[in-house]
Nanobody, 111 residues
């Protein structure tokens, strides 16, 4: 069974940057798509980005040009580099692969 563990959340000022990490562990042969979603208070979970095992990426409209997803297949880890952060980026960020979800990491953008 695959487990996903996120890290890297925290408090950052508007315009700042953060990098999230998500490490997969457990028993698996290969992990294909890995992605990030987020959920702000009182809102539905929102798609942020996804990356295939081969490196193809797709982004949600609200983060295009500011966020970059990448992965290290040798480490079974996916990253989310978040630049030019805005208060509306405040949310719990979840790592996802297929039907598996991480526990989430909180990102707060505030001055």
């Amino acid at each position: 069974q695959v487990q996903l563990v996120e890290s890297g959340g925290g408090l950052v000022q508007p315009g700042g940057s953060l990098r999230l990490s998500c490490a997969a562990s457990g028993s698996f042969f290969v992990i294909n798509n890995m992605g990030w979603y987020r959920q702000a208070p009182g809102k539905q979970r929102e798609f942020v980005a996804v990356i295939s095992r081969g490196g193809s990426t797709t982004y949600g409209d609200s983060v295009k040009g500011r966020f970059t997803i990448s992965r290290d297949n040798a480490k079974n880890t996916v990253y989310l580099q978040m630049n030019s952060l805005k208060p509306e980026d405040t949310a719990v960020y979840y790592c996802n692969s297929d039907t598996i979800w991480g526990q989430g990491t909180l990102v707060t953008v505030s001055s």
